[in-house]
């Protein structure tokens, strides 16, 4: 014992410790995280350039007058939307889906749980060149397998001498999905990053409902049962309410990351065909690394901050009733 | 109401046989309790009548009709839960019209049969309130109350009032015992608790090892323990187990207790039954605490004894006795209050005494 108290009195005292463990994140915290935040929120009021050698002149609310008034940026946001909307409804339809199935006892349940995670063990970056290939309109993996069942069926229909409209029918439907322009289409190019964050991040909402349904206890589906519910009724009224909670945690992840989807974009299809697939994000690279406005991209960048914090905002409202209720 | 019965029930889990080849009968109307140590086959039992377990071997009645493929939605028994299972995040309400929205019965009618027995419990106060926000004997009503709101054939209720407080657990007690006499539900009860057992049930079937030892009224299985299991298990304190030999010495039938510690004269009809029916002359005595007196002075058949240590319980003491090897219990008035390592004089009631053979464990009688 006198050892341990001479020990300590010597080095150092439960403040200093503390403060050690702490003053690294704290010092890492304010160079490349507060300091940041702050120095952009001046520069979002300045015409500073980063290629240039001027220092940044104020100019008020230029930046954001002039970013509010391009007609452009209104489409970026729309286009941002429809993608957080599409995919992460995709995702948690998908994800929960998965979830619900692999919520019981099964040979190979560990295994087949953490196939399912890899996609989003991925860099995105390297996601995206798969999906490059894949989604390839003339010799892409996706159309193949899309053809498959037509082609099949068009096999099997003309064999069994099918009237010669249904065999048609089906040789047409294999030849159309084997001939379908993904990533190069206005259209399909946003259904196409969709598709492909889709593949990426269900397996997290997968992952977090699946941590949800688990925690239920099962005497709570046995009294149901004892109770007369019926699958769906025990759906509704038990296992529902009491994954809410961590279902609006999971879709406030995705949807936070979604909005600020960038590197997908990059590398798939680099905000084209046109701007079919311009996202905010990806804009704001453009205007900070290629026309090199650095005032301005910082003021964009601030218009989404707000925008992402608004939204987490309503989701954390919607997670602090849903957990007041459990 | 119905009556539950059930026939050569045998569950499995792997290896482990849970249930051994049971059979019992629960009349209509009956406060039934099973009672027996943990892991002795008794709650598998009753899991087995609501449905949540299959019997692999055997069957289930309910009112007539055999229910072993029924699920447990089908089988109209209630089910109250050792951890209540009430559903955390609906309130005392929502928790109770719970198996009444299953069914839709509609909504005026739902809050009637609420309100009815929220009455009966003393809960109406709770409604609003969520099962975290309830003390362990409210949580207790409340699983009791979405049980009764149903009427079902049959209660179901597994060691409900465990994980109460002592007091609590006797004030319950009672009042279950009288609300089942009240709305005359047939009612299985499972416990491991004696007390309970005796002062509840109407029958009890004391269970061990997945085997039904003996089922009978609380009167027969604390006067009549049909084993030596049976004999230990139900009583407070336990009954006194004495090794023993029987005899035959100058034409008399006598049981030789201990290593020759004190010798007891019996009957020589209660030594024709052992001879008929032990498997060797090696039996055990039982006795219960309150069946051996203690004595100021010898008398005839009084044996000595060294008080070895006294237990003052207030209305009464419990003196333990040491004769040889054996120690005894016997229960006093608490006006008795000998010193630790006086030698006192006690007797025994024959006419009360329980002998069991040594091998079988089953009592001779």
Redesign the interface.
Known sequence: MRGEVSFRSKSLSDYQLKMMFIMPTIILLIVMNIFPLLWSLVLSFSDYSAINSQAPDFIGTKNYIRIFSQKATWSYFVTTAYFVVLAVAAQFIIGFGLALLLNREFQGKGLITTLMLIPMMLSPVVVGLFWRFILDSSWGLFNYLLSLGPAVLHKITAALHFPSGIVSWFKDAASNARGIIWLTRPKAALFSLVIIDTWMWSPFMMLLSLAGLSAIPKYLYEAAEIDRASTWFKFRHITFPLVAPLLLIALLFRTMDAFKLFDLVYIATAGGPGSATETVSMNLYRRAFQDYNTGESCALAYILLIFIIALSNIYIKYLNKAKGNA | MADVRVQNLTKRFDDVVAVKNLSLECKDREFMVFLGPSGCGKTTTLRSI???EHPDEGDIYIDNNQVNDL???DRD???V?Q?Y?L????TVYDNMA??L???KMPKPEIEQRIKEVSAVLRIERLLNR?PSKLSGGEMQRVALG?AMV?RPKVFLMDEPLTNLDAKLRSEMRAELKRLQKDIGATTIYVTHDQLEAMSMGDKIAVMNQGVAQQIGTPGEVYDHPASLFVASFVGSPAMNLLDCEYRQEDGKSVLIVGENDFILTISDELGKKIQDDATDSNLILGIRAEDVFVRDEAAEDTVQAEVYVVEPLGSENIIDLRIGENMLKVKTLPTVQPDIGQTIDMWLDKNRMHLFDKTTEKAIS
Do not use: I, N
């Not at chain 2, 559903?87 to 609906?90: E, I, K, T």
């Open positions: 609501a449905g949540l699920p447990p939605a028994v209630a089910f839960f951890f299972a559903y955390p995040h609906m719970f198996p929205k299953a069914v969520t979405r149903r």
